[in-house]
């Protein structure tokens, strides 16, 4: 079974910069694309970015373009997500995934459960 495990969240002003990075164990992560996604309090889990495996083909969300840049670096099984000029409604619980390559936006039940996430608080 894969465990994930994000960290890097905190509390920021707005305009600020965080790196989240996510390390996963158990499966073969290099095989995978993976993702961030996020949840805000009583909003639904919503998709932020997605990296292929070769780091070829990249998606955002268009409420993160040119704020955020997903990469990955598989000999240490982790991606990262570096968040700059936050603003307080990028304020949620961030987490990783694998998604399915044919739609980068959904998430793939077979790679295992979502970690514990990781909680960013942009204040104004």
């Known amino acids: 079974q894969v465990q994930l495990v994000e960290s890097g969240g905190g509390l920021v002003q707005v305009g600020g910069s965080l790196r989240l990075s996510c390390v996963a164990s158990?499966?073969?992560?290099?095989?995978?694309?993976m993702a961030w996604f996020r949840q805000a309090p009583g909003k639904e889990r919503e998709f932020v970015a997605s990296i292929s495996w070769n780091s070829e083909s990249i998606y955002y969300a268009d409420s993160v373009k040119g704020r955020f840049t997903i990469s990955r670096d598989n000999a240490k099984n982790t991606v990262y997500l570096q968040m700059n000029s936050l603003k307080p409604e990028d304020t949620a619980i961030y987490y990783c995934?694998?998604?399915?390559?044919?739609?980068?936006?959904?998430?793939?039940?077979?790679?295992?459960?979502w970690g514990q996430g990781t909680q960013v608080t942009v204040s104004s």
């Open positions: 995934t694998a998604v399915w390559p044919s739609d980068p936006t959904r998430r793939n039940t077979a790679f295992g459960s």
């Open positions: 158990g499966r073969t992560f290099s095989r995978y694309v």
